[in-house]
């Protein structure tokens, strides 16, 4: 059964740094996209980042292009997002998720399975 775990929420100022983990379980390492996504209160869900388990290749939305991070540690079973020089419409609920046995990454594709989120808060 696949799970993903979401961790590293929190409230931060304007212009902070925080990391988010999601560690999964349920299935093995090959050609899957992982992937981060948000959903503000009113607000329809949006892609973040993701990333292909194997080629590493990224996507991330113009809005957090050279703010955030996306990363991976195989070994540890873990998906990581770096986010630096937060704002306030970064503020919202943070979900992982996973799109098995694909190579098209994009934000726009259906993923799989998705974590229960975290949330993220971000004051002026």
């Known amino acids: 059964q696949v799970q993903l775990v979401e961790s590293g929420g929190g409230s931060v100022q304007a212009g902070g740094s925080l990391s988010l983990s999601c560690t999964y379980s349920?299935?093995?390492?090959?050609?899957?996209?992982m992937g981060w996504f948000r959903q503000a209160p009113g607000k329809e869900r949006e892609g973040v980042a993701s990333?292909?388990?194997?080629?590493?290749?990224?996507y991330y939305a113009d809005s957090v292009k050279g703010r955030f991070t996306i990363s991976q540690d195989n070994a540890k079973n873990t998906l990581y997002l770096l986010m630096n020089s937060l704002k306030v419409e970064d503020t919202a609920m943070y979900y992982c998720?996973?799109?098995?046995?694909?190579?098209?990454?994009?934000?726009?594709?259906?993923?799989?399975?998705w974590g229960q989120g975290t949330q993220v808060t971000v004051s002026s």
């Open positions: 349920g299935y093995t390492y090959s050609s899957h996209c």
């Open positions: 998720a996973v799109r098995l046995w694909s190579s098209d990454c994009r934000l726009s594709v259906d993923y799989n399975y």
């Open positions: 990333r292909h388990t194997t080629t590493g290749r990224t």
